[in-house]
């Protein structure tokens, strides 16, 4: 069949959303060991662009392609039960997962930003792995009673014309359980991030005002700025023997990343509030030609919602962007002299960044 403007748009959204998200990942565990990927927050990012992924493959290759007419009776209508099955579940488990993941970056960022104070041991590398390893199960658990109360799930042609098809549930009751419960979780999963986010940004800006205030009375020589009796080491965190700086000029970089990251929070949040509304759009009743029709709204919320996260970290953080496409040329092959000279720039590149220090794990 022929695939709607609407439709197109969105797969070639997806499409290009798709191979920068894995470059994305690529760049993220190549430079591991690099500032300032060399933090909890990219590890948690890391996962839930793992998450991300998935959820994206998984609902095109078993909503999106069959709702298109595409290899339906080839393959779709040929799956066995338990495929079909995974299917669904896998979907509804993952998108869990993406939610809880978010949150958990929303605790991490208000944990750096509003209580500065011990956030590394906080975040250690067991407490980081253990929350990477409880978002995954809890989106494991979330789809348990799907696994064993309703194993009846199926494909069904909506149009003979187009031969376009979609999952069909076998209990409308289940079905019904879950969208509610999704949207419950969904709305209490955004106050939480929104709490956190409003923390963060509520921060930020009372210490941008306050610096504003106190500007002529900064001592430039030094080495601490002290911020209603929070003490910041900001010439250790953001300075260089090579590229010395001022404690004023430091702050105010230090102050912009923490608005920066405000927006990006506010901007994930407003992905989610979306995609929750998708969520509530589904219908439960109706044919299903009609359950399809308004799961479309969720999918397309779904994409938005997946997609986001590397062109928002990518477009805020500087320092990402430059080793995002320093990584991308490195990796090009080409002609050989190309090949050659990207070659001895990456090598030039990885000798020159310094092992990172506890300081600097907060450089984003």
Known sequence: MAVSVVEGCFLTGSTIALIVYLLFLYTIAV??????????????????????????????????????GWLTDAVYLRLSLPVVNYASCAMWGIAFTQHVFVFVLAANRCSAIVFPHNHGQRWSTKVTGASIAISWVTGLIFIT??????????????????????????????LRYYVYLSFGMNGTINVLCFACYAAIFYTACHRQMTSLGRRHKLPLNKRKTTMDGLETTVTLILSSPSQPRSPLALLNIWQKRELKLAFCGFLIFVFMFIYGLGVGYMSIDGSPKTQDARRGVWLATSDIFSGINPFLVLGIS?????????????????????????TTQCKSIKEQVPRPTPDEDEQF
Do not use: M
């Not at 430079?31 to 095109?60: E, K, M, W």
């Not at 696994?147 to 409308?172: C, H, L, M, Q």
């Open 31 to 68: 430079n591991r060991n690099r500032q300032p990927f060399h933090s909890p927050f990219f590890a948690l990012t890391f996962s839930l662009g793992v998450a991300d992924v998935l959820q994206l493959l998984h609902t095109y290759v078993f909503l999106r392609f069959p709702s298109f």
């Open 145 to 174: 009673p799907k696994i064993f109360f309703s194993k009846e799930v199926y494909y069904r042609i909506i149009d003979n014309d187009t031969r376009e098809a979609t999952i069909v549930w076998g209990a409308p009751g289940i």
């Open 318 to 342: 500087k320092s990402v962007r430059k080793c995002f496409f320093e990584t991308i040329t490195c990796s090009s092959g080409g002609a050989d002299g190309a090949s050659s000279t990207n």
